[in-house]
Structure formats: C-alpha cells, structure tokens
C-alpha cells in the first residue's frame, strides 16, 4: 500500500467470509475505469441509485447465461437517448399497464381474461398504420371526439361484411 493507492501486478482479488462494502464519503461516486480511463460509475443521488456510462454514445449492456450460452438480454442505446432494445420478449404480469407516453397516457392492459388498449388522452385517436408495398398507410382510425367512430381508408372486407352491408342497405331502401 503507497499511500492512498494499493498496486498489483497481478489479478488482485478480494475474498471476504462475510460482507464487502465499499463506501464514498462526499461525493459517493464509485468509478470504474480501464488504464485510467473513467467508463462508468456508481453513486447516489437524493438516495436514488444510479448507473452511468461515462463514454458518449456508448451502450449499457446486460448479459447473462443462459443454458450455457452468454447472451445479451438487454441493451440499452446511448446514441438513441437510451432506447431500450430486448432480446427477446417483454413480460407485463396481469392487472398491469405497458405504459407510453410522457404522461403515461397510451396504455395496453390485461387482466387475465380481457384485453384493453386505452388512451387516457381527451379526443386523441387512435390509429393502426401499416406499409403497402413500400407507402406508409392508415387503413383505420378510432376517432375518439366522434364516440370512437371507426374510420377506413379502404374497402371493408370478411366473410359477413357484404351480407351485414346489404342488410343495412335493404333497410335503408325498403
């Protein structure tokens, strides 16, 4: 030990029986770095945790085993505001929203038997938006300041569609 800084020229390791703990008076940031390099830390905030990537533009990665083999369960983008990218499926139990917007204010939910996509948003529609052949397409819109009247872009077609059509017609005409 020289001072405040302990030196290894090999793998230092720490193997305690009971707890380790690591403890930043002040500033209560742990850094982690690479040749001198600051990469990431860990610290407090208000007693909020945080984890921060020091490095701009690059990701905070999750891996794990799984079967034996490493995976990447989760990245999250720093170059895309922190987009979060899955491996594989995002799991919401029931009786809980999968929330977006600022305001939480576009929600799906499940309750175990029913399934609600709801926005919590006065008038704001709801629309499906797809691609045809390369062109961008809203083929329907739930307007919600007409009663959530359904609005198609196109023809309206299944198997009782034309049936339910000329009834409704037949009525109108007779």
């Known amino acids: 030990i020289d001072a405040d800084t302990i030196t290894a020229t090999d793998d230092f390791i720490i193997d305690a029986v009971g707890e380790i703990s690591l403890d930043a ?30 490095t701009s ?23 895309d505001a922190g987009t979060a990218i899955f491996n594989h499926d995002v799991g919401v139990t029931d009786n809980s929203f999968f929330m977006m917007g600022t305001g939480f204010d576009f929600r799906l939910y499940h309750d175990g038997t029913n399934n609600i996509i709801r926005s919590y948003t006065t008038d704001l529609d709801i629309s499906f938006v797809g691609d045809d052949d390369g062109s961008t397409i809203t083929p329907v819109v739930f307007d919600m300041s007409s009663g959530g009247s359904a609005v ?7 198997n009782n569609v034309a049936t339910q059509l000329r009834n409704i017609n037949a009525g109108a005409d007779g």
């Open 57 to 79: 533009d690059k990701d905070i990665i999750f891996r794990g085993n799984d079967g034996g083999n490493v995976i990447t369960a989760l990245t999250l983008d720093m170059s």
């Open 152 to 158: 198609f872009s196109g023809s309206v077609a299944g």
């Open 25 to 54: 008076d002040n500033s209560g940031i742990i850094y982690l770095k690479d040749a001198g390099t600051i990469y990431g830390q860990f610290f407090q905030s208000s007693s909020d945790f945080y984890i921060q990537s020091q």
